[in-house]
């Protein structure tokens, strides 16, 4: 509908963006680092990692199980998941949804609610979730035999004996139906959608994951019970373990949810979508405050050679941070939004570059236009020395944070063996420390493109207006911690 | 027969769980000369610590017209300081790696950065500088301003449950300032001024209005030398005490109702309770919480197991009883309509007061009572996990008024509360007299 003219608007502001890093006028010239007696003292120190060692196995019938050891606290978390996503629907759209849906419904003496009062009861927690890929279920419970191993009991019910009646899929369906209805009217979810379908066309990843309403009404018992057979097996299930269990104990526990599952052929892997050149742009009409923007190129696949490049790369470009390139132009300078991120969600076979922000409806085209010059710019000249050094440092430091928690392990853990990753938390920081701004600006040549960005927005049309040029306090914006030599 | 069984349950309970109750972390206080208490908690699992500096000062704290004030001043804290310029405490302490943010609340605004230990005094002396010498420039606040109205439309004006949440909570306060949103009225924050800040910032960020908060692989003496040498050079300050915000115990019966384009019907119940500052006893907020996990606050709740597992007439069912307010709570329960088995919103309101009158006219059973009480504990043990919720549970306890150590009693408290006491909770607070509805209808503007 909306076309965008990607014109000069950019362009006018673009003078200030080159302006000199200087402090506010009432700072001293002096460095930061000289005006923080903390940063001056601080000790070069590389980041105390906690020591974490991973135990890994693989049983007979093809599972793999990574595992942690954290004593501290009396609790264990255990997560399994299968190749049982959505991607896996073939012509039946819905086929893995209802069938992730009915794992909870029953086990022989059980229905949902008695299977909730008995976690409950526990103290244990229970958890599922569906995406493209794989399906997962996790349980955190006590460590005590009394609490663990009836809720473990539980658990491998759930994901061995199942009861997947034909009752059951008739209430499951009608969930469906409601959270599919529920979906369609979700501007986020809308707006995700249509940049996928533009992204990926034709591709399982493009469709959403709980079908639609009329193939889950045709979804039929003899299909879910043949899917749950061959997606729901020991072959290729991804165990992964952590907290106050000694390795026997985890071992003989990745056993008993193992030994609970038929064995099976594998699942079929997803195809990598095929490259695509085309730039498609989307508007979607809503009534809103803000109107949503999202800009969007295919990524590389977590295996790809260049994929930890371009994360860094993407890091100083949009992290999750408020010092990145688009926060600053976007939020610091101009005030146009709350949050600005350049995303990059991986699949298994596939990822995407997502720029997403929500501004004031008026300043969609002139902040389209701002963005795309912005990752022009960085293409063109890619990170400074200080950007990549800062990143280098903020990865490296962030990493040894995020061992503190049990629930931080695990999530960790758990990427490494969906993504079979080398048996190391600290692998792809120290994979990265070594690379230069020329690698990092021919990676981002070498995949990716300043004029390909589909564009999708969802909001009210209305007059265009130019950018509010960068509020004129802001120059010490620019004013940035030399942190170079003292950060660790 | 029952009650022998659950009895045995509660004991083999009660073993490891009192000794949960034990403070297993070693937890030290201290006050500096210029009144800024600290609060030091050891958790030696990583060579990570988390930083909180929690002021006594929220949204409730504001005077009309000036909704938001807190809020648009904790933004701007981070604008510059007298040792560094505008966004630049940000930048550094994300190139240490650090994690950083900050909060406001309605009795609290709060600043956290979770770091590596040697990098404690950098957070130390820069929170210490923003507290002090914020500069609050005019030129600065404008963009700002823009910033925090961009978050306003993006969490409520844009957001079906943000709304909802603030059209219910201005309805369910009628005598006190909790009605207010945290991120202020556009209309307020459209006339917030930098000398309003300025002002704000004058009174309520006194060191004696603060609590530090540190919790992970630290020792009291490293912290007390760290908290000596930036914070104690501050000087002390006159404090403007807050006063308590009290409800109505009867407000009477209020109702809304709201048209948004969501996919099915919407009904918000909302109580006026006492918190854990305001109830004439703890016992009552241990009970009130029981409840809320009996009711709907967990996945075999009574409303979640009949209404929605059983006669499948919701989809969804929360609720909420949060007791860490200075002043008076409030108890929310929310659920969502089917569209495969359509209800009214007026039939749904009588299914859930057929519930909760049960539990009115018969206490809850020994079993379903130790099922809750088990979930709270084994709740407390998991949000020892992670130290920032630990550290955020001391800093809330202490800001408004309670001490830490008082959280060393919960279990043990938990652990008293009787099947009859839940009954009587439930008799006093879940009356038509104070209670608020929204009922929230389908807008069909798409359609």
Request: aromatic share 6%.
């Amino acid at each position: 509908m909306n076309k965008y003219v990607t014109a000069a608007l950019g362009l006018v502001f673009l003078h200030s963006l080159h302006s000199p890093h200087a402090c506010a006028a009432e700072q001293a010239a002096e460095q930061p680092s000289q005006r923080l007696q903390s940063l001056v003292e601080m000790e070069q120190q590389p980041p105390a990692s906690r020591t974490l060692n991973i135990h890994g196995w693989k049983a007979p019938t093809g599972g793999k199980v990574l595992f942690i050891r954290t004593t501290e606290l009396p609790i264990i978390d255990l997560h399994v998941s299968f190749a049982a996503g959505s991607a896996h629907d073939g012509a039946h759209p819905g086929l893995a949804a209802a069938t992730f849906s009915l794992i909870n419904e029953g086990v022989p003496g059980k229905d949902l609610a008695a299977i909730m009062e008995t976690f409950d009861g526990l103290g244990a927690r229970f958890d599922m979730n569906i995406n493209h890929d794989r399906v997962t279920f996790s349980l955190r419970s006590l460590a005590a035999d009394d609490k663990r191993e009836p809720a473990l009991h539980l658990f491998n019910q759930l994901l061995g004996q199942p009861v997947l009646s034909d009752e059951a899929l008739k209430r499951v369906k009608s969930q469906l139906h409601e959270l599919i209805e529920a979906q369609r009217l979700n501007p986020d979810v809308q707006i995700n959608q249509a940049l996928r379908e533009t992204l990926l066309p034709g591709h399982p990843y493009a469709r959403p994951v709980f079908g639609t309403s009329a193939s889950v009404s045709a979804l039929s018992h003899a299909q879910i019970l043949a899917f749950h057979r061959q997606a729901y097996s020991a072959t290729g299930t991804l165990i992964t373990l952590v907290g106050d269990l000694t390795v026997e104990q985890a071992q003989a526990l990745s056993l008993q949810v193992i030994n609970a599952l038929p064995a099976s052929a594998a699942m079929p892997a997803t195809l990598s979508p095929l490259p695509s050149d085309a730039i498609n742009s989307r508007h979607i009409e809503r009534p809103s405050s803000q109107t949503h923007i999202l800009l969007g190129q295919p990524g590389v696949a977590v295996q790809h050679p260049d994929y930890l490049t371009l994360k860094v790369a993407h890091v100083i470009f949009g992290g999750q941070r408020l010092n990145s390139r688009l926060m600053t132009e976007l939020r610091e300078k101009r005030g146009l939004t709350y949050t600005a991120q350049l995303q990059t969600p991986a699949w298994q076979a596939a990822s995407l570059a997502i720029i997403d922000f929500k501004t004031r409806p008026q300043y969609r085209d002139g902040s389209v236009a701002m963005v795309q010059t912005l990752y022009a710019d960085f293409l063109r000249d890619g990170p400074t020395q200080q950007e990549l050094d800062d990143a280098k440092a903020y990865l490296r430091s962030s990493n040894a944070l995020n061992s503190a928690s049990n629930a931080q392990i695990l999530s960790r853990l758990v990427e490494i063996n969906q993504f079979d990753l080398p048996l190391d938390l600290d692998f792809s920081v120290s994979q990265v420390q070594n690379l230069t701004v020329a690698q990092i600006k021919a990676a981002l040549n070498r995949q990716f493109d300043a004029k390909k960005w589909s564009v999708v927005t969802l909001g009210p049309t209305v007059d265009q207006q130019p950018l509010p040029p960068p509020a004129s306090g802001t120059a010490g914006h620019m004013c940035r911690a030399d942190t170079g030599n003292v950060a660790s | 027969m029952d009650t022998q069984r659950s009895g045995t349950l509660l004991i083999a309970w009660l073993l490891p769980l009192l000794a949960l109750a034990e403070p297993a972390q070693p937890t030290h206080q201290f006050t500096l000369d210029n009144g800024l208490k600290v609060v030091v908690r050891e958790d030696h699992r990583a060579p990570v610590v988390t930083s909180q500096l929690w002021f006594k000062v929220g949204s409730a704290d504001e005077p009309p017209g000036q909704s938001g004030l807190s809020h648009a001043l904790e933004h701007m804290l981070f604008k510059g300081s007298s040792k560094v310029c505008a966004g630049e405490a940000a930048s550094i302490l994300e190139n240490l790696g650090a994690s950083q943010n900050a909060f406001t609340d309605k009795d609290v605004t709060a600043y956290y950065q979770t770091l590596q230990p040697h990098q404690l005094g950098v957070a130390f002396e820069l929170m210490a500088d923003m507290m002090s010498t914020a500069r609050l420039r005019a030129e600065d606040f404008l963009p700002e301003r823009a910033v925090i109205q961009e978050e306003r439309r993006l969490r409520v004006d844009d957001d079906f449950n943000g709304r909802a949440q603030e059209r219910l909570a201005s309805l369910a306060h009628p005598a006190s300032s909790y009605g207010v949103p945290i991120i202020g009225w556009m209309h307020d924050l459209q006339r917030l001024s930098a000398a309003d800040l300025r002002q704000w910032y004058q009174a309520r960020y006194a060191p004696g209005n603060a609590t530090l908060v540190v919790v992970g692989d630290v020792t009291q003496n490293t912290v007390k030398t760290l908290a000596e040498r930036y914070f104690g050079v501050l000087p002390a300050r006159p404090l403007v005490e807050s006063r308590t915000p009290l409800e109505l115990a009867e407000p009477g019966e209020r109702k809304i109702i709201l048209h948004q384009p969501i996919a099915a019907p919407r009904l918000m119940m909302a109580f006026n309770v006492p918190s854990l500052m305001t109830a004439d006893q703890r016992k009552t907020v241990h009970a009130l919480r029981l409840l809320n996990a009996l009711l709907a606050g967990s996945n075999s709740a009574r409303l979640r197991k009949r209404l929605q597992f059983g006669e499948r007439v919701f989809s969804a069912t929360l609720s909420d009883y949060n007791a860490l307010y200075r002043g008076d709570s409030l108890f929310t329960l929310d659920v969502e309509i089917s569209t495969q088995h359509p209800i009214s919103l007026d039939d749904a309101q009588t299914r859930i007061w057929t519930v909760l009158d049960d539990i009115k006219a018969t206490p809850p059973t020994r079993d379903e009572l130790e099922r809750v009480r088990t979930l709270l504990i084994a709740k407390q043990l998991y949000d020892r996990d992670a130290i920032e919720q630990q550290a955020d549970r001391l800093g809330s306890f202490e800001s408004i008024g309670a001490s830490w150590r008082d959280l060393d009693n919960e279990v043990d408290e938990l652990n008293q509360v009787t099947p009859e006491d839940i009954q009587h909770v439930a008799v006093t607070y879940l009356t038509r007299q104070r209670l608020s509805v929204a009922h929230v209808l389908v807008e069909n503007r798409h359609e």
